[in-house]
C-alpha cells in the first residue's frame, strides 16, 4: 500500500538514531520517537476527523476536580481540552521526554488561562509522574514508541491511584486501511498481551473511533 507523504513525515523525522537496529518487546518492533519537528502533524486540521478526537475524549469521562496525565502529551492536542474539562480544581500532567514539545504545548496554551497544567520532562526509563496522583493516564499514539516498556509501564503503575486507569489509544494494526507505518501500529491481542504481563487488567473498550483501538487498564492484584 502506498501511504501519502505527510503520513510518513512525522515517522521520518524520528528523534533517535535512525541507524541503530530497531528493538523489540513481546515479538514487536517498538517504533522510533517521533521527532519536535514534526509536531505540526499533531495539530493538522484533518485530525478530528480522522481520529474523532472529541469522541475519544468523551469517551474519558472526565471531572471537574480529577487529576489525570497526558503520556507522551507531545504540543498537546490532547492537553488543552482535558485541562478545560478538569477544571480549576483539577489537574492535567503534561509529560514527554522531548522539552521542545512541551515548549510548544506551553505556546499553545497561552493566553487560555489554563492554570492546572503542570509540564514534566520525562525519561525512558521513568514517567516521572508523582506516585498515587493520577486518576487517570492517558497514552495516545504514544506507547508503541516506548524504548523501554516494561519500565514506563512500572512507573505509570506506581502513578496511579487504586481505582485509577490507564486508556491505550493505539493505530489498529488488525487494519489495513489504516494508513500509518507497521511499527506505529498495535493490535488488540499484542497490547492485551503486554499489559497483562506488567500487572494491568483490562475493563473497558471503545471500539467506536475510526482508526484507533481504545483500551482501558486497571491495576491487576499482584
Ligand atoms: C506521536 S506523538 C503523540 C503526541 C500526543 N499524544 C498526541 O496524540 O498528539 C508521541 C509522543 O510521545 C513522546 N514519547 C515517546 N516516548 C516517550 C516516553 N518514554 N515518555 C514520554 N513521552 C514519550 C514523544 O516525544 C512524542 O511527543
Given at each position: 500500500m ?24 513481546e515479538g ?5 520517537t517521533?521527532h ?10 484533518k485530525?478530528?476527523?480522522?481520529e ?5 475524549r468523551?469517551?474519558l ?13 507531545g ?5 488543552l481540552?482535558?485541562a478545560?474539562?478538569v ?14 514539545m ?45 524504548s523501554?516498556?516494561v519500565?514506563?509501564?512500572a ?6 491511584k ?25 493490535s ?11 500487572g ?11 482508526w484507533?483501538?481504545m ?8
Open positions: 502506498r501511504l501519502p507523504l505527510f503520513f510518513l513525515l512525522p515517522c521520518l523525522l524520528a528523534a533517535q538514531d535512525a541507524t541503530a537496529p530497531p528493538a523489540t518487546y514487536r518492533t517498538i517504533a522510533q517521533m519536535w519537528q514534526g509536531a505540526g502533524w499533531l495539530i493538522r486540521h485530525r478530528e476527523r480522522e474523532a478526537a472529541t469522541r475519544m468523551e469517551e469521562r472526565l471531572k471537574p476536580g480529577m487529576a489525570v496525565c497526558d503520556l507522551g502529551s504540543n498537546g492536542y490532547h492537553t481540552p482535558m478545560e474539562e477544571g480549576a480544581e483539577g489537574k492535567v500532567y503534561a509529560i514527554d521526554i522531548q522539552p521542545e512541551l515548549d510548544l504545548l506551553r505556546q499553545r496554551a497561552d493566553g487560555r488561562n489554563l492554570e492546572n497544567i503542570e509540564c514534566i520532562v520525562s525519561t525512558p526509563l521513568d514517567p516521572k509522574i508523582p506516585a498515587g496522583s493520577c486518576d487517570l493516564i492517558l497514552l495516545v499514539d504514544v506507547y508503541h514508541e516506548f523501554h516498556p519500565e514506563m509501564l512507573g505509570i503503575r506506581k502513578a496511579l487504586p481505582d485509577g486507569t490507564v486508556v491505550l489509544v493505539e493505530y489498529r494494526a488488525e487494519d489495513e486501511s489504516v494508513p500509518i507505518k507497521p511499527e506505529h501500529k498495535m488488540k491481542a499484542q497490547i492485551t498481551r503486554e499489559l497483562n504481563l506488567n494491568f487488567k483490562l475493563v473497558r473498550e471503545f471500539d467506536g473511533l475510526p484507533q483501538h483500551m482501558f487498564f486497571g491495576r491487576a492484584e499482584p
